[in-house]
């Protein structure tokens, strides 16, 4: 049985990639999972960080606050960031954080 990050992983694009699931932001109205990667752990188990949502990706993601203070606090993970546009991402947004329960979402930090 997938994983609501399963789906996400599979299924959504990331600025981040390299292959099929490459896509760069766009300027558009949608919803972002960011999600840790442990670097040199060979079960390569994601954890969803925080879901947010914009109605410009590209213009939020910009120097978003949470990659930053991840980046240098994980420097033995991957951050990658996963998009998918939608209208009405306020309904996506917040299934996600409840179906994901992302640290962040819950700890209200940052």
Do not use: Q
């Not at 399963?6 to 099929?20: E, K």
């Not at 670097?39 to 879901?51: C, F």
């Not at 990659?67 to 606090?73: A, D, G, H, R, S």
């Amino acid at each position: 049985m997938s994983t609501s990050l399963d789906i996400v992983i599979n299924n959504w694009y990331t600025p981040n990639g390299w292959d099929n699931s490459f896509k760069p932001l766009p300027d558009k109205e949608g919803v972002y999972v960011i999600v840790l990667v442990e670097l040199y752990d060979p079960r390569n188990n994601p954890e969803a960080v925080y879901v947010g949502r914009s109605m410009s990706l590209v213009n939020r993601l910009k120097g978003h606050p949470v990659i930053n203070v991840l980046t240098p606090m994980f420097p033995d993970h991957h951050v990658i960031v996963y998009f998918k546009t939608c209208n009405n991402s306020d309904e996506l947004e917040t299934e996600l954080i409840h179906s994901l329960d992302p640290k962040i979402n819950k700890s209200k930090t940052l």
